[in-house]
């Protein structure tokens, strides 16, 4: 067993040195919500010394002087209590190296409430009460998850700290659970916070949060993080840690200097367990060839209600606190179900609303159209751009086309059959009639192409800059069909389908490049490539873009720590990545 703490020197920090300043709590006399107010009236305006800054703070806030006391960084992801620490940092040649593939690398600063919750904004990002030295392979692991209990962990770190899913009553979902001994130190973090920010923690998306100033928790994780600080007391190292802050900050964590305030602050209320009601009254009010708006009358609750969360055709797409929602990255002419969800302030969730339908526009004619003004330039389309569809007998009469391509071009002529417009009526035993829409996709001369059915020609497509419709009769083929469109002089088997999102390239560029906030490896990539935040496995969404601006990947609501691409071409792509209300955008190549 390590040795804790000496008792001398304990002393000195209890007794003699950076002690609660004389009268600092004196105003500090109420019970409940108001006494968590009058300790942020005591604890705000503290000192901002930076982000950078955090580091000179951990030079005297996180020494290990507790257990090997050996002037090592202590780390909680680290540090092993009962024996030898699996590894250990200087704290001054050990910091931020960006090479965060195995634990012991490096370590760097863990926000205990993450970054994107108070997205990135100061004083929080810079709060050294909240804010720990800890590796990064580790706090990438961590994320963004919650902070709470796992039964059966999919990754465990070096020490005994655990990510999983929760079995904290109340929650489900990823988690990561620090070992015992300093369950108490993060919980009195989580309850710092909650005081210190008691302003605008209302205002912060986080699921541990309930979007009250006042309560601030959920009542899940409330319980458990007030089990964590009564399982694990204040210890002396949180005590020297508070004293090391209050030195650079000017301003203290009240929970380690009273822990009796948690109980005096947090258990005055019974849990709120009446779910809000349904909004009423959801409509589409407008849509354009890429979003929609909605709008609906506001719910109520018995408490308060916290917010709105938003799905489209059954996912979730995003949460609003107003009673108006604009919904974007929609493809054009579809049809979209939306429902809302209403969220009170203690995590309480209401029936679905009525769904309802809207349609979004096709993209305006005259406006700016990345995919018209580029296709001019691509060269002759390759054997891999197309799909084909076949089906035997009366197994499917009406086909959908919502395959995707990648080139838009057949001997530098482009095709479009859009979503819905390629249909067949049948004869009792096949495809009697076939009618194709097509549109050019790019500013070249008209033509037509053969419509071949088992490789037999059965008519003419003609396609221009306008949508043509275009009904060949009188197929009447049986068995296994094959239906493929070629150009006026090789036959081939490939069915060309539009159904892709463009986004201009110079929209791309012209967004904010934060080239220290994530990285892609290994790059070049042969498809399959990870991400790299300070944070690692963020969820968030990540799109890909080809340098014409065309979407050739999306996937929302997804870990980010590993992605597999392995459909697309060689080529330079854009990697854009979106967390909360920050985008994030890397070039990326592609073997």
Not at 18 to 37: E, V, W
Not at 518 to 533: A, E, L, M, T
Not at 573 to 590: A, G, L, N, P
């Amino acid at each position: 067993m390590k040795n804790y703490y000496s008792f001398l020197l304990f002393l000195v920090f209890a007794t003699g040195f950076s002690q609660i300043p004389t009268g600092y709590y004196d105003t500090a006399t109420g019970t409940g919500y108001a006494l968590k107010t009058q300790l942020y009236n005591i604890i705000k305006g503290h000192t901002d010394n930076g982000y950078g800054g955090l580091y000179t703070t951990y030079e005297t806030s996180d020494i290990d002087n507790f257990y090997e006391n050996d002037g090592s960084v202590l780390d909680m992801y680290s540090e092993n209590p009962a024996g030898t620490d699996p590894y250990n940092y200087s704290i001054a040649t050990t910091q931020r190296c960006g090479n965060y593939t195995n634990e012991g690398d490096c370590y760097n600063r863990e926000h205990i409430i993450p970054q994107s919750v108070f997205n990135e904004a100061s004083p929080m990002r810079n709060d050294a009460h909240f804010i720990t030295p800890t590796d990064g392979k580790v706090n990438g692991i961590r994320s963004n998850y919650p902070h709470a209990m796992v039964a059966n962990p999919t990754i465990t770190s070096q020490n005994g700290s655990k990510l999983g899913e929760s079995t904290t009553a109340g929650y489900t979902g990823p988690v990561f659970e620090p070992i015992d001994a300093f369950k108490g130190d993060i919980a009195r973090m989580y309850f710092y916070f909650a005081t210190r920010y008691e302003n605008t923690v209302s205002g912060y998306p986080y699921a541990m949060f309930n979007g009250t100033s006042t309560k601030v928790f959920t009542p899940a994780f409330l319980s458990q993080l007030i089990a964590w600080h009564n399982q694990d007391p204040v210890s002396p190292r949180e005590i020297a840690r508070n004293n090391a802050i209050y030195a650079r900050q000017n301003n203290r964590n009240p929970f380690i200097d009273h822990p009796e305030y948690v109980a005096a602050v947090w258990t005055t209320e019974p849990d709120d367990t009446t779910p809000p009601t349904a909004v009423t009254g959801l409509a589409v009010t407008a849509t354009t060839s890429n979003s929609a708006n909605l709008s609906w009358t506001a719910a109520t609750d018995n408490v308060a209600v916290a917010g709105y969360a938003i799905y489209v055709n059954d996912v979730f797409k995003q949460n609003a606190t107003g009673t108006t929602a604009t919904l974007s990255g929609l493809s054009p002419l579809t049809t979209y179900s939306f429902y809302v969800i209403t969220k009170d302030t203690s995590n309480n969730l209401s029936i679905p609303s009525t769904t309802v339908n809207g349609t979004t526009t096709d993209v305006p004619a005259g406006t700016t159209d990345c995919a018209k003004e580029s296709f001019a330039n691509i060269p002759t389309a390759t054997s891999s751009s197309y799909t084909t569809r076949s089906w035997t007998g009366d197994a499917g009469l009406i086909w959908t086309a919502t395959d995707a391509r990648t080139d838009q071009t057949i001997n530098t002529k482009a095709i479009g059959i859009r979503n819905g417009s390629l249909t067949a009526t049948a004869t009792p035993n096949g495809i009697g009639d076939l009618t194709v829409t097509t549109q050019l996709k790019f500013s070249g001369t008209s033509g037509t192409f053969n419509l071949r059915v088992n490789g037999n020609i059965v008519g003419l497509i003609s396609y221009n800059a306008s949508v043509t419709t275009t009904t060949i009769s009188g197929i009447n083929v049986s068995g296994n069909v094959v239906i493929s469109i070629t150009d006026n002089s090789t036959p081939t088997n490939r069915v060309a389908i539009d159904d892709l999102s463009w986004t201009c390239y110079s929209n791309l560029s012209n967004e904010s490049f934060e080239r220290d906030s994530f990285s892609v490896y290994p790059n070049p990539s042969d498809g399959d490539f990870k991400i790299q935040f300070g944070n690692a496995n963020e969820l968030g969404k990540i799109e890909i873009f080809s340098t014409l601006g065309q979407k050739v990947f999306e996937k929302e609501n997804s870990n980010l720590s590993s992605v597999k691409v392995n459909h697309l071409s060689k080529g330079i792509y854009i990697v854009r990545i979106t967390q909360e209300s920050k985008t994030y955008i890397k070039k990326i190549i592609i073997n």
